[in-house]
């Protein structure tokens, strides 16, 4: 059982929408992640929180707007989006930000944009 | 700048065989390497990691890897093949983002997949 909870699993959003991804852990972990993931290809790093602040964010555009509201949870607010951020997008958490490499990954939100 | 190279964006084996995933490293510093694996419609989990110490790393599910500064590797193995090792290997180092923390930096992946 995966200790990080996503939702929703599966999301399709025409590109004038508002919506958002939310992400949960309970583990007491004290950093947080957002990655993007499209078909066959690698886990792109998109947002990290440390601590409830954002320490990483690698020029994601505007259109994604990150929000942690407390150190169990992380949301990703989407607005005007392209059919091309159509992407799986996966939570993760580790330990701390010193411990970035250990991350346990949610099974992610399938986003699909008209 | 640190990355990571898979060999192979795809390899076959039969059940019972020997499983190799190469991955080949580039880092000016020491590094800290991972590997990751993917089953379809989930997230990634961590099979095992190499910090410092021994340079044979033991993980989960009988994979081991083996750290070789001298060839800048870090190879996966596993001694026999399972179908349920059917899934999406990913090798990763650490490298830092734009801001200057660590982030993980991902290899392009290597797709097992084990024949009856």
Redesign the interface.
């Known amino acids: 059982d995966?200790e990080?909870t996503q939702t929703p699993k599966h999301l399709v959003m025409g590109m004038t929408n508002k919506k958002s991804l939310k992400c949960e852990q309970h583990m007491g972990h004290r950093a947080m992640y957002w990655y993007k993931q499209k078909a066959?290809?690698?886990?792109e790093?998109m947002f990290?929180y440390?601590y409830e602040k954002l320490?990483?964010?690698?020029?994601v555009p505007s259109r994604f707007s990150p929000e942690c509201p407390n150190s169990s949870l992380l949301n990703l607010h989407l607005h005007a989006l392209q059919p091309e951020d159509s992407a799986l997008y996966?939570c993760?958490s580790s330990r701390a930000?010193?411990r970035?490499?250990?991350?346990?990954?949610?099974?992610?939100s399938r986003l699909t944009v008209l | 700048a640190q990355s990571v190279t898979q060999l192979g964006s795809h390899v076959s084996v039969s059940e019972g065989a020997l499983v190799l995933l190469r991955c080949n490293y580039s880092s000016s510093v020491p590094p800290?390497l991972?590997w990751?694996v993917q089953y379809p419609?989930?997230?990634?989990?961590?099979l095992l990691?190499y910090t410092t110490g021994a340079t044979l790393v033991k993980g989960i599910n009988g994979f081991e890897a083996e750290f070789k500064k001298s060839e800048t590797s870090f190879h996966l193995t596993k001694p026999s093949a399972h179908m349920s090792d059917a899934a999406e290997y990913?090798c990763?180092v650490?490298g830092t983002?734009?801001?200057g923390?660590?982030?993980?930096v991902?290899?392009?992946?290597t797709r097992l997949t084990i024949n009856p």
């Open positions: 995966t990080v066959k290809k690698p886990p790093l990290v440390s320490s990483i964010n690698e020029s996966l993760a930000l010193a970035a490499g250990e991350l346990f990954f949610g099974e992610g | 800290y991972f990751y419609n989930q997230g990634l989990q961590l990691k990913f990763a650490m983002s734009i801001q923390a660590q982030k993980l991902f290899g392009q992946g």
